[in-house]
């Protein structure tokens, strides 16, 4: 079963605007970050509007950017905009009714993984944008760095 990685790209993009500043990035410059398809971009980048982490305008000089400071924006709104589910699932199957480990696990196992889910929002809420590009880029700017490099279609994109 392969894990959602929604999370850690919605991180990425919101990261990659702090550390570019003001300035509205395109879908296929993030792409080319994250190394993914600009159209997975933008459904993360939907779901991000929905949740009023990031705004993005259209024409020539659009694209997105954050819609406050990255010091203003947690990682557990980031979790809540793009993870609607729980970290942890059960079996979609009932375990069976006349097992006596089957007819009590689904209680236990309730109780347990809403206190995993509970630990790990009292994390994200102490972590913003702004600290995880600190710990990419101590004594970061929110300012595009000086070097560039090639996207895949041959123009020239911040690193």
Request: hydrophobic share 40%.
């Amino acid at each position: 079963m392969p894990s959602n990685s929604r999370f850690a790209i919605a991180v990425h993009i919101l990261t990659l605007m702090a550390h570019v500043g003001d300035e509205p990035l395109k879908s296929d410059e993030v792409a080319c970050s994250v190394n993914t398809n600009p159209v997975v971009i933008r459904r993360i980048l939907c779901a991000l509007s929905k949740a009023g982490l990031v705004v993005s305008q259209t024409g020539a000089a659009g694209g997105t950017r954050l819609a406050r400071k990255a010091s203003k924006i947690t990682l557990l709104e980031v979790y809540r905009a793009v993870d609607a589910g729980n970290i942890f699932a059960m079996h979609p199957q009932p375990p069976n009714a006349q097992c006596p480990v089957g007819m009590k696990i689904e209680g236990s196992l309730d109780q347990i993984l809403s206190e995993v889910e509970q630990g790990v929002e009292r994390v994200l809420e102490n972590i913003t944008i702004e600290k995880v590009l600190k710990s990419i880029e101590p004594g970061a700017r929110s300012k595009r760095a000086k070097a560039r490099r090639k996207h895949p279609s041959g123009k020239l994109v911040e690193a």
